[in-house]
């Protein structure tokens, strides 16, 4: 019977129902998902986490359950959760599929696009019982983000080559959730043709692209990042700008204000000179 319960609350998460009652024991397995907790002003009914989530650095005196590798099933069942927020796309689909096995009932997230932080944070606040706090926090974050696509709204997108590792140079594809956040500043990926969301490639092929503007996210001092442009800024004349690469990759409330800060940046470094009088 409890079983069968608990069946019965995992079909009203994945619907997206209003639960009865909130949980009361919540374990997350991504750090946006922590950090969506707190948010909600729920973290009184966190129990267990997954690696990484820092912020805010309350959550890390929480027993960690997963990481890179997978789900602790023995850490985690020890928790007792009667909620677990899984990611779609961080987790192993298997270890998200045993946890359903097991009677779990999960709230799987899998936000694509900037727009869907809002989206799917008013589903979880909905299945914690507070849609309200949900609904304000999503209101909010659409609107400053369309203020922020409105204002860089601009027909050709500016060329941006954004990578993380120069050894080997990795940069983003089309449909990578970097590229998205360039979308909003008006700009895209150098490598907007590539087959896959993250490609390797060459120094020669980007210098032969000539990008508007380099982005480096990396969390190294500037004078590093420079370094490795410095051999070639005799033919490529590229402003270079510095992102948080922990901000921008997680889809928390915190992306808005960076993502303001790097728009800004590619706006004022790919801003065309004034014509001469």
């Not at 602790?72 to 779609?88: E, I, S, T």
């Not at 001092?221 to 402003?239: D, I, K, Q, Y």
């Not at 960076?258 to 706006?267: D, K, P, S």
């Amino acid at each position: 019977m409890k079983r069968m319960m608990l069946a019965c609350w995992v079909c009203l998460v994945c619907v997206g129902s209003h639960a009865a009652t909130a949980p009361a024991r919540i374990v997350t397995l991504a750090p946006h998902l922590t950090e969506w907790v707190y948010s909600l002003d729920m973290q009184a009914n966190l129990v267990g986490v997954s690696a990484y989530s820092d912020f805010p650095a309350q959550a890390g005196t929480l027993p960690e359950v997963a990481d890179y590798q997978g789900i602790n099933f023995k850490a985690l069942m020890a928790l007792q959760p009667d909620l677990v927020l899984a990611w779609q796309g961080g987790n192993k689909p298997q270890d998200i599929s045993r946890l359903r096995a097991l009677g779990y009932p999960v709230f799987v997230s899998s936000p694509a696009r900037p727009a869907d932080i809002a989206r799917e944070l008013q589903a979880l606040a909905e299945t914690l019982g507070v849609a309200h706090r949900g609904k304000r926090l999503a209101e909010q974050f659409l609107a400053r983000l369309n203020t922020l696509k409105e204002q860089y709204t601009r027909r050709p997108l500016t060329p941006v080559f954004y990578y993380s590792w120069t050894s080997p140079l990795m940069t983003v594809g089309p449909g990578a959730w970097a590229n998205q956040l360039l979308n909003v500043c008006g700009a895209q990926t150098l490598f907007a043709d590539a087959p896959t969301d993250y490609p390797q490639v060459s120094l020669q092929e980007v210098l032969k692209r000539q990008p508007a503007v380099l982005i480096a996210a990396q969390a190294i001092p500037p004078a590093s990042a420079a370094a490795f442009w410095e051999p070639h800024n005799g033919v490529l004349n590229a402003p270079l700008i510095q992102a948080d690469p922990d901000v921008l990759s997680r889809f928390t409330l915190r992306l808005l204000p960076e993502l303001e800060r790097v728009c800004q940046a590619i706006g004022s470094a790919s801003a065309e000179p004034p014509a001469p009088e």
